[in-house]
């Protein structure tokens, strides 16, 4: 894992070690502020709530197999086999419980994959997604917030739209990235209270979803609501906006303000302050036209589509973001893929190559190597991607039909479709292998980094054009199927 045994901060898999050395030796209201026994320096806790929740409860077994894993001072930079042991395993349960159910129900209640192998093969597909499975080992990430996130769209899926809201206040509550996918879930589940009559039906949903908020997001801040500095303070800790556009100086992330400041240096020119007002007034008006037709056009599948597009608004414009954070708009893609198997799986592999440089920096090139081309290889086996490239099989077809002048040039869509697919492909190898063989020149140290996240950041551009034209070309009736 990234960091092992490289003092003195040795990495996110001692960022979870030590956040429950933390919750497990200190009292509630210190755990998010700066102590003599909780240096927030050396890995702070700067997720909500519930991760803190989680991290006691680990420490608290790990108390019970070996309490010098979680000692308080003398614990830090703790590494043994036994110790990663546990470790892993408290990942692979959470996966066991929270995020693989999700993804295997989900798969079994879609309408056309209702045959068990199509179910199992989308499921299989979505499981060996490499972006995910890269970075949970790599970073040592745990998947509950995105396995919560999952239940809530298949509660709602099945209409369980209290037990939906209850799932994403907890995957909200567990990490704050959520909020990449909080405008859809507000506006499919507002559009419904609309649609049932705000005087009527519609009004007591409003009023259930929102007492149902109100009851989760207390139960999790219900030890820090005492105190109104113990809640800023958490806050200050989730969103610490001085920083500016990158979570950390030398991060090449494949969004619009990194692969600008090529061109130029955004963070010399404005303020932290006004970086903040501008990527909010960007990423609001290109999530606008989504949300605005899910809420006027409540349906399910424009509830997946927009959860797409949202979230690649949040990535590509949003304040501070990470690498990791593709992964908040590829696991909705995954969601789709029985949808839209050639673009899904295009998009899937765009966003594992985006990390390339996070990768590189793990040491992990070789299973980067392998897990990419059999991810591609499983989904030509099970969807034959490269036969679905016409207007029809990428949801584009009301959209040609609206541009009657042009609709000639839809004939050759599939042929280009692939043309640019492979080209795509091609250009992802080479800079691949140049990132990874070739040393870069010393006056242009970042030239393979920065490079990648410019490819990665203009595919990403493209794909949030396509998204939002399917959602907003989509017919009304549908939309309405159940589970499409």
């Not at 990158?246 to 302050?273: F, M």
Request: net charge positive; hydrophobic share 50%; proline share 6%.
């Amino acid at each position: 894992f990234l960091g092992a045994g490289k003092p003195p901060m040795y990495g996110d898999y001692e960022a979870q070690r030590h956040w429950q050395e933390i919750t497990y030796n200190l009292p509630i209201r210190q755990w998010y502020f700066n102590t003599s026994d909780n240096n927030l320096l050396y890995w702070g806790l700067d997720y909500p709530p519930l991760t803190a929740y989680h991290s006691f409860v680990c420490a608290y077994i790990a108390k019970l197999i070996n309490p010098d894993w979680v000692a308080l001072h003398t614990s830090r930079g703790y590494e043994s086999q036994p110790h990663k042991l546990f470790m892993r395993t408290t990942v692979f349960v959470a996966d066991l419980l929270v995020y693989i159910p999700a993804v295997i129900l989900y798969c079994f209640s879609l309408k056309e994959t209702s045959a068990k192998k199509k179910a199992s093969t989308c499921a299989l597909c979505i499981l060996l997604y490499p972006g995910l499975i890269l970075i949970d080992h790599g970073h040592f990430q745990y998947p509950l917030s995105l396995g919560l996130a999952l239940w809530a769209v298949l509660c709602l899926a099945h209409e369980w739209d209290l037990l939906g809201s209850v799932a994403f206040c907890l995957a909200l509550n567990y990490k704050q990235m959520e909020l990449y996918h909080s405008l859809p879930f507000f506006c499919y589940l507002l559009g419904k209270c609309f649609k049932k009559g705000l005087k009527g039906k519609g009004l007591v949903l409003l009023a259930k979803l929102a007492g149902t908020v109100l009851l989760s997001f207390a139960a999790c801040w219900l030890p820090f609501g005492t105190d109104v500095e113990q809640i800023m303070q958490v806050l200050r800790r989730l969103f610490p906006i001085d920083r500016g556009f990158a979570s950390e100086p030398q991060d090449k992330v494949a969004n619009i303000w990194c692969s600008l400041s090529v061109l130029i240096k955004i963070k010399n020119v404005i303020s932290p302050r006004t970086q903040l007002k501008l990527s909010f007034a960007v990423t609001f008006l290109s999530l606008l036209p989504a949300c605005i037709k899910l809420t006027v056009q409540p349906s399910l599948r424009g509830f997946k589509f927009a959860l797409v597009s949202c979230a690649l608004s949040f990535f590509l414009f949003s304040f501070q973001v990470h690498e990791k954070s593709i992964l908040l708009v590829s696991v909705p893609v995954c969601l789709i893929i029985n949808e839209i198997p050639f673009m899904a799986t295009w998009f899937l592999l765009v966003s594992t190559f985006s990390l390339l440089p996070l990768l590189l920096k793990d040491g992990l090139l070789l299973a980067y190597a392998v897990t990419a081309p059999a991810f591609l290889a499983v989904c030509l086996a099970s969807f034959s991607i490269l036969e679905k490239t016409s207007a029809e099989d990428l949801q584009l077809k009301a959209f040609s039909l609206s541009l009657k002048g042009y609709a000639s040039c839809f004939k050759s869509f599939p042929r280009i479709a692939r043309s640019l697919f492979l080209l795509s492909l091609s250009l992802m190898g080479v800079l691949s292998v140049l990132s990874a063989a070739v040393p870069p020149p010393q006056s242009l140290p970042d030239l393979f980094p920065v490079a990648v996240a410019v490819v990665s950041c203009l595919h990403f551009l493209l794909f949030l054009v396509y998204f939002n034209v399917v959602i907003l070309w989509d017919s009304k009736n549908r939309g309405q199927k159940k589970m499409s």
